[in-house]
């Protein structure tokens, strides 16, 4: 089953904003780095914005000042709040997060299902 569940994507027109949530759930002991990706139609997966532990976050050049990366450690958390939207922002988005388990000792990626954001002209 799903370790990672996100949401939040759709449809907007130029200058819209979306807000992306990323849920973790199991037996969890502990979660160091999470993140956004996004992988546009013919192009290679990209880091959209990450965030430490301990609050410490770092952006795309192509998206600073228009999307915020949160997280919350006490429900597993994490949102990407996107404004100022663009076309060129139009992707699947996927979340990421950096996860050691209760089942095992070394940390692993864990993966999104991905969710689309498209950005009408």
């Known amino acids: 089953q799903a370790q990672l569940v996100e949401s939040g994507g759709g449809l907007v027109q130029a200058g819209g904003s979306l807000r992306l949530s990323c849920a973790a759930s199991?037996?969890?002991?502990?979660?160091?780095?999470m993140g956004w990706y996004r992988q546009a139609p013919g192009k290679q997966r990209e880091l959209v914005a990450a965030i430490s532990s301990g609050g410490t976050t770092n952006y795309a050049d192509s998206v600073k000042g228009r999307f915020t990366i949160s997280r919350d450690n006490a429900v597993n958390t994490v949102w990407l709040q996107m404004n100022s939207l663009k076309p060129e922002d139009t992707a699947v988005y996927y979340c990421n997060a950096r996860m050691r388990k209760l089942t095992m000792y070394s940390y692993n990626d864990y993966w999104g299902q991905g969710t689309q954001v498209t950005v009408s002209s």
């Open positions: 199991g037996s969890i002991f502990r979660i160091n780095d």
